[in-house]
């Protein structure tokens, strides 16, 4: 079965640090572009960031552009999250989802695969 699995999140301090990780199971990521999303609680989830599966270029929405680095390992096919001086409006569960190519970041953004999986709960305290 296809899917992916976060990992890595916790509870951090505002202005702390955290790096999340999503590791592909039943499928090759090394061509496919991989898109991390939240949900904060009462909200809809949105994209944050992804990187494409071609050239590896990456594209973050404005909140988290110079704090997060996404990067990918496609050897261990894993794609990694790097959080830094985090907020609590970085507050969510944070998901992987993947395409052949990365959407727009808007809140229309949609990535196909696989199905999503649970997340990992960021909790960043103020």
């Known amino acids: 079965q296809q899917r992916f699995v976060e990992s890595g999140g916790g509870l951090v301090h505002s202005g702390g640090s955290l790096t999340l990780s999503c590791a592909a199971s039943?499928?090759?990521?090394?061509?496919?572009?991989v898109g991390w999303f939240r949900q904060a609680p009462g909200k809809d989830r949105e994209i944050v960031s992804c990187?494409?599966?071609?050239?590896?270029?990456?594209y973050y929405v404005d909140s988290v552009k110079d704090r997060f680095v996404l990067s990918r390992d496609n050897v261990k096919n894993t794609l990694w999250l790097q959080m830094n001086n985090l907020n609590p409006e970085d507050t969510g569960v944070y998901y992987c989802?993947?395409?052949?190519?990365?959407?727009?970041?808007?809140?229309?953004?949609?990535?196909?695969?696989?199905?999503w999986g649970q997340g990992t709960q960021v909790t960043v305290s103020s």
């Open positions: 989802k993947a395409d052949h190519y990365c959407p727009r970041l808007d809140s229309g953004a949609i990535m196909r695969v696989p199905e």
């Open positions: 990187i494409e599966g071609t050239d590896g270029k990456t």
């Open positions: 039943g499928f090759d990521l090394e061509r496919l572009a």
